[in-house]
């Protein structure tokens, strides 16, 4: 079975640009997560979203948007991206939103802001 | 607010010794406990979790975990290190079960095989 994808696998974008990030959850899964991780730290917890609608967001500024399609493949948003923004976006799907479940991740997208 | 402690971050043991690495948690309510493996320009591969069935877990590659409530503690162990062990190692926690629950990760602890 096919695992959790995302593209692009990397990226370089400019200060000020957009970007957005694409993930495809294992199938039947119907929660998606999204986390940054900068070098050298765990992964932080941005967007939760479950049967298309935002479940949870962490610490992250209005910059940060995401949506769940209803194939429950979702796509993560990043306005006026600043050079912070740089890190590695990983996606993780389970097959619902609670705690007991376990998620399994993408193989991350590497964002790189100049 | 749940949070994760990893206690080292660069653990180094020969191979066939003994892995230990350690996590401590913090949490108002009874925690799930999952141990990720990160293996260079990858994605968080999951190793073993716990959900209160059993305070000692199994998991993939000969790794497992005991939960200890009264020290707060879900330590990953290996009896003998191989060297495709190498990677960087997450203990993360999660609390409840009524939906929209995220996963808190420590820092995590680089394991280092030496020959």
């Known amino acids: 079975d096919a695992g959790v994808t995302q593209s692009p696998t990397h990226l370089i974008k400019t200060r000020g640009q957009q970007v957005t990030l694409r993930c495809s959850p294992i199938?039947?899964?119907?929660?998606v997560s999204w986390y940054q991780q900068v070098l050298g730290q765990g992964p932080q917890f941005i967007f939760q979203y479950y049967e298309k609608e935002e479940r949870g967001r962490g610490n992250f500024p209005d910059r940060f948007s995401a949506r769940q399609f209803p194939n429950y493949s979702s796509e993560l948003n990043v306005n006026a991206l600043l050079l912070g923004d740089s890190a590695l976006y990983l996606c993780?799907?389970?097959?619902?939103?609670?705690?007991?479940?376990?998620?399994?991740f993408g193989p991350g997208t590497r964002l790189t802001v100049t | 607010a749940q949070s994760v402690t990893q206690l080292g971050s660069h653990v180094s043991v020969s191979e066939g010794a003994l892995v230990l690495l350690r996590c401590n948690y913090s949490?108002?309510?009874?925690?799930?406990l999952f141990w990720y493996v990160q293996y260079p320009n990858q994605g968080l591969q999951l190793l073993l979790k716990y959900t209160s069935a059993a305070t000692l877990v199994k998991g993939i590659n000969g790794f497992e975990a005991e939960f200890k409530k009264s020290e707060t503690s879900f330590h990953l162990t290996k009896p003998s290190a191989h060297m495709s062990d190498a990677a960087e190692y997450f203990c993360?926690?999660?609390?409840?079960?009524?939906?929209?629950?995220?996963?808190?990760f420590g820092t995590g602890t680089r394991l280092t095989i030496i020959p």
């Open positions: 949490s108002s309510v009874p925690p799930y």
């Open positions: 199938s039947g899964h119907k929660s």
């Open positions: 993360a926690v999660s609390v409840g079960n009524f939906g929209n629950e995220k996963l808190t």
């Open positions: 993780a799907s389970s097959l619902e939103d609670r705690g007991s479940y376990e998620q399994y």
